[in-house]
Every structure is written in C-alpha cells, then in structure tokens.
C-alpha cells in the first residue's frame, strides 16, 4: 500500500517535472487548436457606456440613464416580452431568456450618434468599406459586418449613402 | 451518418431486412454497398481513402502471397538438391522481397494517415520551435478534414497485410471481400479493430436467419443505445461545464469531473461497441469483444487488458514485440547485459519497447501533446508499478490481504481513480491546464460543493442526477452478473415474458429517456473523432 | 529443458511450470515475461523467436514453448 | 411450441405500440395552463355544424374576432382557424384543409404573415402543425414549415419530440390526455384585461420591403382555391399596433388585392370609425385586443359583411340557435370567470396573464 502512494507520488513529481517540459508546445498547440474560437463582438459606445450584444441589461440600462420613451412587446403566445428602450439618437432592443433581458440589437434613428469606429448615418458605403473592410455579406441595400456573437449592419439609402445603423446579437 | 440519428436508424431497418431477402451468398456483397453508401454520407470524396487502401493492400498482400508460392514451389522443386544453408538463404532472399513490399505499403498507408492526421500538429510545433528561437514567421494551417475512421480501418488493414506477411493469414484473392473487410460499416467509425482470421468466419459466410442471433443482437443494440443517449449524452453537459472552464471550476469541481468523465467515456465508448456488435450479430457477424468489465480492474495492466482491448492486443502484436525482440534490441539487450548487468540487460528492452509503443498510443488518439502525454504517463505508470511488483506481492503475502473483499474493492477504486487522473489530459485543452487541475485536487478544499447544490448548477438537473444514478446502478448490476457468463443468456432462460419485460423496460427507456432530439444537440461518439 | 524451466522458474518462482497448461490464458505470463524469456532463449539457446510465433499455443506451457525452441532450431 | 412463441411476439408487440401510443398521449404538452393557443387548431374537430365564415390567420385574428359576437349580431355563424405566428402557407393549408371538412361563403385572412419568408420558429410550428389531423394538407404543411432542426419523424411521432417532458407532468397531463380543456369560443382566445398601450415605436428601417416570392406563391394559391371553391376571399390587417406595419407593405397588398379583385381591408385605417380606444380596449399595449376591442371590431366587420355579402341570418335557426346559444353560455361564463379572478388577483391568473409590475 505505501508502495503505491509513493508510486502515485513519483508519478506527480514526473508530472511536476515534465510541466516544464511540454508547457512551451502545448501552449502553441492550443493556441493553434483554439483559432477557430469566437472573438469579441462589434460594441456600441454611447458616453462611456459599453453596449454588447448579447449582454445583460440591467447594468447598461443602468448607466444609460432614463430612457425617453419604452415599449414592451409580449410576443405572440409566449411569456417572455421584448422590450424598446428608446435614448436620444438610438434604440436598444433587448431580448428575454428565462426572466433576464440581453442585449437585442441597437438602431441608430438620427446621425447624432456615432458607431465606435466612427461612422454614422449620412456617410457614405466607401467610407464603411474603408472603416470596416471588405469582408461583408451583402444584400440588395444593405452592408453586414460579422464578429463574433454580433453584427453591424449598414443599410444604404440608393445604394450609397447610410440611411440606418444598427448593432445586432447573433442569438443561437 | 451518427448511429443515434433517425437515418441511420432507418438505414439500417433496410439494410436488415434486404440482408435476409436476398440469396444467400451475395449477402456479403449487399453489406459492402451498405458500408460504401454509410461512408459516402461523409463525403463521397472520401471513399477513395477506403479505395487506396483497399486497393494497395490488395495488390500488396497477393505479391506477398506470390512470393511465398515460388518459394514453396522452388523448395519443393529443389528438395533434393538443397542443403540447409541455401534454403535458409533463399527463404531470408524472399524474406527481403516481401519486407519490401510490406514496407512500402505501410509507408503508404500510415503516411496517408500521418498527413491527414499529424500535419497540423507538426506545424502548430514548428511554429512554436519557430517563436522560441525568436522568429516571427509563421507556417499556416492546411485544413485537411480528418476522414472518417481512418484510425480504425487503416490499423484493422494493416494489421491484416501483416498478418499476410508473417503467413499467419491467407491472403484473400476476393478484392471485393477484402473491401468489406476494410470497410464493414458498423466497425468503420469507432472499431472493434477486428483481425481477419477472426472476422472472416463469419463476415462472408453465407448467413441463414438466426432468430435468435436476432433476437441478441437487438438486445445488445438497444443497451448500447441505452448507454449512449441515456447515460453518456446525458451526463455530457456537467462535464463540457466543468473541463471547459477551468479558472472557474477547480477542486471537488475536478473530482465531479474525473467521475462524470469516466462515466461518459464508458457509456459512451462500450455504448457504441455494444451497438456495433448487436448490428454485426443480427446479420450473423462475430466480432472481437472489445471490453471485459474495465472499471473492475484492480491495476493498471489489467486495466489495460480490459479497456479497448482490440486496440491494445494490436500494438502488443504488431508493435511492442517487433520493436522488443528486433535483432539491434536484442543486440543491445545482449551489450548491456555484459556492460550494465544482467538486470539492466533484461529490462531495456521491455521499457523502451514500452514507452515507444505509449508514445504512439497516445499519438493514435489524437495529435496534440495531450494524448501524447497521457500515453507515455500510462507507460510510466506501468513500468513503475511493474518495478513495485515484488514489494506488492511482499505486502500481501505479509499482510494477507490478498483475496479479501474490501481490499479487491480498494484496489479497484485506486485503478478506477488512477486511469481517471490520467484522462484529465484529454479532457483538459491542454497539458499544463490538466496538470494545474489535478494539483487543485488537493489544493483547493471546496468539497462542500458536493453538497450545498452547486452540483446542479452545471447544465444538468436533478431529474438527469436520477436518471443517471439509476443508469450507473443498472451499468453496475449488468456488470455484476455478467462474471456469470452473458447476461442476455440468463435473460433467456428466464420465462419469456421476463425477458420481453426487460427488453421492453429497455426500449421505453431509451425512447423516454434518452438525451437526443431538440433541446440535446446530437453528439458525435467520443471515438467517432481518433 | 532443464535450462528453459529454470528460465522460467526465475521469472515467477511461485508457478508450477512443469505441469502449467495455461500460461497465457490465466495471464500467468504477461508481455513483459514473454520478452524476457525471449531475450533469455535467444541468449542460453541461440533461438531467435519471431513476432509471428507469439501466440497462447507456443507459450500456454513450457513444453510448448520447448518444441518452438527445438523446430525454430531445426529451421 | 413455434406456434405459442409467435402468438406472444405478436401480442408483444401490438402491447408495446399500444402502450407507445398512450406515453405518447400523455406526453404530449396540453396548453392547458398557459400558452392556450397551442390548443387552437384542433379544436376546430369539435365543431358539428358549418360555418359561413372562416378566418384564417395569426394572433390577430384569434385575439380580435369574436364569432360569438358575429352570431349575436348578425346570426352569421363563424370560425376562427388561428394560431400564433401561423406563416402563410401553413394558413394556406390550414384553409385546403377547413374546405374539406366544409364550405363557408367568406373566408378571411389576415396579411400580417406576409412578412414571413421562410420557417421560422420550432414552438410556433408546434403548436399550428400538431394539432392538425393527419391529412395531404398536414404532411405539405410540415415540409414546408420545418426549420433546420427538425424532422419529419418528429412530427410522424410526437413522442421523440416530446419524450424529455417526463420530469414536467402535471395532473393536467392526465386530464386532458385525451380531450383538451375547452378555452375557445370558436376560436377566439378571450381576454377581459386592461394594459393601455403608449407610444409605439415606428419599425425599425429594413433593406427590403419586398414581401418573400413564396409569399405571393402562397397568396396566389389562396385566390386560385377560393375560386375553384367559389369562396368569397376576404384580406385584412387586423388593427394591432404592433408588430409595425410598415406602409411599403400596405402598398403591396392594396395592389395585389386589386390586381386579382380580392377585397382587402386594413382596419389601421379605420380605427376611430371602429371607436376603439387603445388605452381601453388592448390588453398588452396594443398588440391584442381584448374583449371590448374584440367586439367592437367584430361588429364594425359584422356590418361590412352583411353590407357587402348576402350572409344568411341563421337565429331563426332551430339547431344552430340551440349550439350557438350553447356557446354564448360558456362565453359569458368565462366572461364573468375573468372578471372575478381581475377583481381578485388584480390579473388574469389562469387566463395566462402575466402578474402586473407595475414598471415605471
């Protein structure tokens, strides 16, 4: 019986000495295994508030202070209520998992809000290509920008110039 | 196509009942189109690997067969005139030809493997070696999609052209039965590796309808099912909780996860087994038991004589008693002997055959250090115990402890816990994470999470925590009476409505029960990936 | 004989080699003892045993294994 | 001896599907709690008599239009085939289906399902899908309907569906195992209480107004059957303020009812002439009526129907007195059930209510 603690205990100090050993590889390994994994979505910044996508809401609602007008919609049949909080110069809309709200989306509804980046209602498709990249989806009228858990999506008006912002979660 | 899909299910109700509609002897050839139609639900793309190596072990294993036909042939010409000396020559000169055949087709064949298997690996170290010597560039990743069981069939292949060359297997003229003998597709994804002498009795035979080879085989299946979806599947949440955030679950936490892992493994891994050699027997097919009651072993060689044991008898054969008793081993063996002593002598070549073949043993599971680790930590082990064997034997004799009860069990349990820390390594992302967690075991005292309900905040309710209980408790009482030979032969010497019971009771389980459907994501078998 | 029982005996003193019909059945004899006795056969008999020739009907007993020696021998 | 063997696999057999069928039974949710409208659809199978008009459609229909009303009025008979967020080519089907049971003079249907291009949302799918008897109609429902994660032998058997609700029964499970608890005046979905609505925020601005292809395939069908049935087919968009209804869709279907000379009204429009008052007649701020809105919409369309079609008035009608007065009892019982559990808890607590809290 001693026998086989001191076993086990050999065991752990060869263990303990080959961390050394393979810690520098495995960490590469890893780092090569885990590309895949999702990074940090697009944020919306209002003040030095941070809104994230799919985050939870009571603290954002927080620190942004009192909304200037709200609306609840109960969606057909289910229990769980979709709410609008509506600030000056955007919208955030959130969604319900079990009794907690997470962060929906946030429209933009006039260009006195800016995205992080710097881009707001009014410029116009090149200076978001320039800002954000080539790599987008788009459709008819609209620009779409994936990160991680989140979305940004231009819509232009004719083609050219932004006639809406807005941050959307990718819920799954 | 996963065994626990809709699909399959239905794939195979066809399949079964054309098995036994057709005439006898083409039956064979219907299992290698329904193995060649399961595969290409992968990918079409992907059966040229199963060709490739179908096709080179075919070509390989008749000049293998040739060979030895001209040499009997000149043997038996030349009796006469040979003496001893040049026959021997002349068979060592066929010898060679033959090795070089063989060489080449495993090159071939593990190379294919290695490529699609280790290259990522390979340049995820070079890269690493690059940055530590202070480069900066850096190697991109291929990505190369892992076909599907390669590791099974290619080592099941191979080990069959070997057998071919020792001449221990008659080669097999029949390509198309070699092909389903490559492919069969219940073992393609997750094995048995079954060997060809074993195999072939009965995968060709002409099969007449068994009710009762039916009749057991289902059993056999719905109990792997039954492990699979009620038990593995349903305890898998707790464990991804536990193993893929280790910053927040540390300790008891470890503990939970060791357990829940080994749970999981088993279901999941003998489950699959189960369901592979339940379809084989209801079309009259007998494969290789794979398992004998692993969790009840009482060391760490035994364990591994009991857990995946056709994967363990293949490295021992083709692996660890080559490289053991090859001339330059036995060479150094000798050298040894007269330079560092007898016993020096007599172990090298057991200890270095040994950690070779748990270096690749890990490496088998999977490319990363990982595995690699947990394999030659699995070697370690079983050389130091078998250096402590003297000191045990010691022990019992001295304490007489030998064959009583509570210290068999204590002896499992230590085997039990043994072969679950080490499993931390292919749990963990990566080596030094399941090092740092196997030191929170005894660092970190939080084991009264065990009891102030933390335990169901890991992704899994109470009512799984019952089902589960009940589910191990079953797995345990099976395995109990199965030291009494098979449990579905007692079954059925019971009344027959006994039996029905049971069988049914089996069936509402899984339907009822069992983790699959919207709200479960399907999850693949754990071995479905090496 | 003699020689490859006494091979034996100092593999596992306390087995009965003599008359043992199942050395490999009841794992008397694991794969490390199988390579031991191979490295000792090779070096007191001069008999290189091949991978092909393990299996349970060459060294399930001792006369067995003693006929291996002897046709390996012949060869 | 191979003879008795036989018999009990036979037996066995027919016991294990049987009992199959009974788990599966019981395991099947019974919306009898809450999420009543996952009851809707089969109940239109309890129905004995025909119907002269039929409305087809989602929650804007069978939380707006009261058939009780309808019979009060104006002696017209009705049905509601509703569900929550039926897509269109479920309330297609839903409409081939109701046609093979009867023939009603007026079929309704309400637009809003327009928006919705492709499947959306399993629970919903659930709840019009399942409740449908096995038809030609059911099966093209399904296949249409289905979303990525579903699968047609789940439909086929519930039970693999539904299996994990084992450790959620209720008594309810048992009671209404095989026949649902009534909650449906002809398919209306009752509901007395008050939440006024406030300030609606306009739609959010999408990339595409244009309704889906398969939309308008849908809706075509429609016409074509009503013709072929020679069915007077009715559009509307209910007066819900909520989900925005956006006035480039407006334009759509005003020229596509045009187009194929399907009366088409939006009661948006038309919301002082009805008199309804969304401080006063909306139970959660304007998405759903509630009894009073109901009725007073009901009998605004009443009006437009007898105007516009000759409808029968049926309460000289011997039978059809006898069911609908039978109907109207059970409806004034509810009626008066909500009014007390509003006195008494402050909210509708077995009506599927939520508990008012009192935000802000």
Not at chain 1, 5 to 33: H, R
Not at chain 4, 73 to 83: C, K, L, P
Not at chain 4, 292 to 300: M, P, V
Request: aromatic share 16%; with cysteine.
């Amino acid at each position: 019986m001693k026998n086989k603690i001191i076993l086990i205990l050999t065991a752990i100090l060869a263990m303990s000495l080959m961390m050394t050993g393979c810690g520098s590889n495995t960490a590469d390994s890893q780092e090569a295994s885990s590309q895949s994994a999702g990074e940090a979505g697009f944020i919306f910044e209002s003040g030095d508030t941070k809104v994230v996508m799919n985050a939870e809401t009571t603290d954002i609602l927080e620190s942004l202070g009192k909304e200037t007008d709200y609306f609840e919609a109960e969606s057909c049949a289910f229990k769980g209520i979709d709410k609008t909080y509506t600030y000056s110069g955007f919208r955030l809309y959130t969604y319900p998992v079990d009794e907690v709200d997470y962060v929906l989306s946030v429209e933009f509804m006039d260009d006195s809000v800016s995205t992080t980046e710097g881009l707001s209602i009014g410029d116009t498709k090149e200076k978001v290509i320039e800002t954000y990249g080539e790599d987008y989806e788009d459709s008819e009228s609209s620009i779409i920008y994936t990160k991680g858990k989140s979305q940004l999506k231009f819509i232009l008006d004719s083609g050219e110039v932004i006639s809406s912002i807005e941050y959307l979660a990718v819920t799954d | 196509m996963l065994f626990t899909s809709y699909n399959f299910i239905l794939f195979l109700v066809i399949v079964f009942i054309l098995y036994y509609c057709i005439p006898k002897k083409f039956r064979w050839i219907l299992l290698l189109f329904a193995s060649y139609f399961f595969y290409a639900q992968a990918g079409v793309e992907l059966l040229l690997f199963l060709l490739s190596t179908t096709v080179s072990t075919y070509i390989v294993s008749l000049q293998l067969l040739r060979l030895s036909g001209t040499q009997k042939a000149y043997i038996a010409k030349n009796k006469t005139v040979l003496n001893k000396e040049a026959k021997k020559a002349y068979k060592s000169k066929i010898k060679k030809k033959q090795w070089k055949w063989l060489l080449a087709c495993l090159f071939f064949n593990f190379g294919v493997l290695a490529i699609f298997k280790y290259t990522n690996f390979t340049i995820a170290n070079i890269n690493s070696l690059i940055t530590a010597f202070g480069g900066t560039k850096q190697l991109n990743f291929l990505n190369l999609v892992l076909p599907m069981g390669i590791s099974f069939y290619m080592f099941q292949t191979m080990g069959y052209l070997i057998d071919v060359y020792r001449g221990t297997v008659q080669a097999e003229r029949n390509i198309g039965k070699l092909a389903l003998f490559v492919s069969f597709f219940p073992q393609l994804v997750q094995g048995p590796i079954s060997r060809y002498n074993d195999l072939s009795r009965t995968l060709f035979e002409k099969q007449a309808f068994n009710s009762s080879n039916v009749w057991f085989g289902l059993q056999r299946i719905l109990w792997g099912y039954l492990k699979k979806m009620v038990i593995a599947d349903r305890i898998l949440p707790a464990v991804n909780t536990i193993i893929n955030a280790p910053e927040d679950y540390q300790g008891a936490y470890v503990l939970a996860g060791m357990i829940f892992y080994a749970i999981e493994l088993y279901a999941d891994f003998t489950g699959g087994i189960d369901i592979v050699i339940g379809i084989g027997q209801i079309f009259g097919i007998e494969m290789t038991e794979n398992f004998n009651r692993p969790y009840f072993s009482k060391n760490i060689t035994e364990y591994w004589r009991r857990w995946h044991i056709t994967m363990g008898t293949w490295f021992k054969d083709y692996l660890f008693y080559p490289i053991s008793i090859c001339k330059p081993m036995r060479k150094l063996s000798k050298w040894s002997r007269n330079h560092l002593g007898e016993a020096v002598g007599r172990k090298l070549p057991v200890y270095i055959s040994t950690l070779v073949v748990w270096f690749v043993t890990g490496l088998w599971h999977g490319a990363s250090w990982n595995f690699i680790t947990w394999g030659v930590f699995n070697g370690v082990i079983i050389l130091l115990s078998g250096e402590c064997a003297p000191l045990y034997q010691w022990f019992h004799k001295r304490f007489r402890v030998e064959n009583k009860i509570w210290y068999s069990a204590f002896q499992i349990l230590r085997t039990f816990l043994l072969m679950s820390s080490l499993r931390l390594f292919d749990c963990y992302r990566d080596v030094k994470t399941a090092f740092s967690m196997f030191g929170t075991l005894f660092t970190k005292w939080n084991y009264e999470v065990f009891f102030n309900g933390s335990m169901l905040e890991l992704g899994i309710s109470t009512a799984d925590y019952m089902v589960l209980l009940l589910g191990v408790l079953l797995l345990l009482l099976v395995s109990l009476r199965q030291r009494k030979g098979s449990v579905r032969q007692q079954m059925a010497e019971k009344p027959i409505t006994v039996n029905l019971l049971a069988v049914y009771l089996l069936f509402m389980a899984i339907i009822i029960l069992g983790a699959y459907g919207i709200g479960y994501d399907a999850s693949q078998f754990i071995y479905n990936q090496f | 004989m003699e020689t490859l029982l006494e091979i034996l005996e100092e593999l596992h003193a306390d087995v009965d080699f003599k008359n043992c019909e199942t050395l490999i059945d009841s794992a008397i004899l694991d794969s490390f003892d199988i390579v031991t006795l191979i490295a000792e056969i090779d070096n007191v008999f001069d008999v290189a045993i091949p991978a092909e020739e393990i299996i349970p009907e060459n060294f399930n007993s001792a006369k067995a294994l003693y006929a291996l020696i002897q046709r390996l021998d012949e060869e | 001896m191979k003879r008795k063997k036989r018999i009990i696999g036979i037996v066995a057999v027919l016991l294990c599907i049987a009992s199959l069928y009974l788990v599966q039974k019981l395991l099947m949710p019974k919306y009898s709690a809450d999420i009543f409208e996952g009851a809707l659809i089969e109940d239109y199978y309890n129905e004995t008599t025909e119907h002269q008009v039929v409305f087809i459609g989602d929650c804007e229909v069978y939380e707006n239009f009261s058939p009780i009303t309808l019979w009060e009025e104006y002696g017209i008979t009705s049905y509601i085939r509703g569900s929550a967020q039926q897509l269109i080519w479920q309330s297609y089907y839903l409409m081939e289906e109701t046609l093979s049971y009867e023939k009603p003079d007026v079929i309704v249907f309400n637009v809003l399902s327009m928006q919705y291009g492709e499947p959306q949302n399993e629970a919903y799918n659930r709840m019009t899908l399942d409740g449908m008897k096995w038809s030609g109609s059911k099966i093209k429902s399904i296949f249409d309907s289905m979303t990525e994660e579903e699968s047609f032998v789940e439909y086929l058997f519930p039970l693999f569906r539904y299996h994990s609700r084992w450790s959620e029964l209720t008594a309810d499970d048992v009671t209404y195992m095989f026949s649902k608890k009534r909650m449906f005046h002809s398919g209306y979905l009752m509901r007395v209480d008050k939440k006024a609505a406030g300030s609606v925020p306009e739609g959010k601005i999408l990339d595409n107004y244009q309704f889906d292809d398969s939309c308008y395939e849908y809706l075509d069908k429609m016409v074509a059957l009503c013709e072929e049935q020679d069915v007077q087919l009715v559009f509307i968009k209910a007066p819900s303020l909520y989900p925005y209804w956006y006035d480039e869709w407006e334009a759509q279907i005003e020229s596509y009812a045009k187009e194929k000379g399907v009366p088409y009204v939006n009661y948006l429009e038309e919301i002082e002439e009805i008199g309804l008052d969304f401080s006063q007649d909306t139970y959660d701020g304007g998405l759903h009526l509630n009894l009073s809105g109901a009725e007073k919409l009901t009998r605004y369309f009443g009006n437009w129907l007898k105007e516009n079609y000759d409808l029968t008035d049926y309460r000289e009608n011997e039978e059809l007195a006898k069911i609908w007065s039978e109907k109207k009892d059970f409806y004034d019982e509810m009626k008066e059930d909500q009014y007390r559990e509003l006195d008494e808890f402050g909210y509708l607590k077995s009506y599927g209510a939520r508990e008012v809290t009192n935000e802000d």
